[in-house]
């Protein structure tokens, strides 16, 4: 297949069934988001904003863009950036994994890092500090209304059109700015109305479990970090406060059921799939396989769930996911190894 530039690749991810770890009797399949370009769910965002703002005249040629990010978001938008000639400017807290930094940094990007300890609305605040000072384009993912919209028509539509005779029972995701929950809800409500959305949530930040409502600004942003909000492993997933994005599906009852999942359990789920499906997810996609196989053991035999998986496990490589998982080789590796006659290291690999 042949592509005039890379943006072209966004979007039309496979959707897979699982072989071994599913329960009898259900059918499991995961959305890998890891096919996009910059192997992350966020390809899809960043190329919205940007082609939304270039329409309305919001982002003028060759102006800085900035946005505050864990992560993928900025990566999407370094991908978009880099094709389409903008300089990006990203703030993101010290939190997240050093690999996502040197990746924007080699797609040109400069990237700003705030403390851990003003969690994610301390590096919102310092890209707006930043937007005011410079007169830059700030994407503003959590409140930016292209975010949704771009999963209402293209997520949402891959999901009818490949499951629209399957009849799908259940939907799972987790949240980071609810784009992919409130745009492809929208999509399911109308085309797909028997479909449970099921929201994931860590368990130690049950913002929307609660129902407590979020102190907000006039725009719509937020300065104040949620009371019911506590550190979590699960990075992309719940920041500190419920984004504005998210807040349309609590509005509309869009999410039929909050399943709340810990960082233990997503990390675990997370290293099953690549052992047990040979799938490569990070661990928000472990944490939302942990919700739909909540889902799937309690549902009624026959059900079709459809679990997204936002991005993949190479971008955890720092992290806890590879924790214990030896670099060095184990005595039965040392053995096969010394099978060959002369075989000589050079360390002790
Ligand atoms: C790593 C990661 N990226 C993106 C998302 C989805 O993000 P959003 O809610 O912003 O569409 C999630 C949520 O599950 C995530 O964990």
């Known amino acids: 297949m042949i592509y005039p530039n890379i943006l072209d690749t966004v979007g039309n991810t496979p959707c897979i069934q699982m072989q071994n770890v599913a329960p009898s009797g259900i059918d499991l399949y995961v959305k890998a988001e890891f096919f996009n370009p910059g192997s992350s769910v966020k390809d899809r965002l960043a190329l919205s904003i940007i082609e939304s703002a270039e329409k309305s005249g919001a982002l003028k040629p060759g102006q800085t863009v900035v946005e505050a990010t864990s992560g993928n978001t900025g990566i999407g938008l370094a991908v978009v950036c880099a094709t389409r000639n903008y300089p990006l400017v990203i703030v993101m807290p010290e939190s997240a994994s050093v690999e996502r930094r040197q990746l924007m940094r080699l797609m ?69 700015t609810g784009g992919t929950f409130s745009g492809v809800a929208r999509t399911l409500r109308k085309e797909m109305p028997t479909t449970r959305l099921i929201l994931a949530e860590p368990d130690v930040a049950p913002l929307v479990a609660n129902g407590k409502k979020q102190a ?11 009371p019911d909000w506590n550190p979590h492993p699960i990075q992309g997933w719940t920041t500190d406060f419920i984004p504005l994005v998210l807040q349309e599906s609590v509005d509309r009852h869009f999410i039929d059921d909050v399943v709340s999942v810990s960082g233990p359990e997503a990390i675990h789920w997370s290293r099953q799939l690549a052992r047990k499906e040979g799938v490569l997810t990070g661990i928000s996609g472990g944490g939302t396989f942990a919700a739909a196989m909540k889902v799937a053991t309690t549902a009624k035999k026959g059900s079709v769930i459809l679990c997204m998986l936002p991005d993949t496990a190479e971008r955890y490589l720092s992290g806890p ?25 050079d360390s002790t690999s």
Do not use: C
Request: net charge negative.
């Open 108 to 176: 040109g990007a400069t990237v700003v890092i705030t403390p851990a300890a003003g969690k994610g609305s301390g590096a919102y605040r310092k890209a707006k500090e930043l937007v005011d000072a410079n007169g830059w384009f700030y994407a503003r993912q959590f409140e930016n209304s292209a975010n949704a919209d771009i999963h209402e028509i293209t997520t949402g539509k891959e999901i009818v059109d490949d499951f629209g005779d399957k009849k799908l029972t259940h939907w799972v995701s987790g949240y980071g």
């Open 321 to 345: 996911l590879l924790e214990g998982i030896p670099e060095t080789m184990s005595a039965t590796e040392l053995a096969l190894s010394k099978s060959t006659p002369g075989y000589q290291l």
């Open 216 to 226: 907000r600004e006039e725009d719509g942003s937020v300065s104040v970090s949620h």
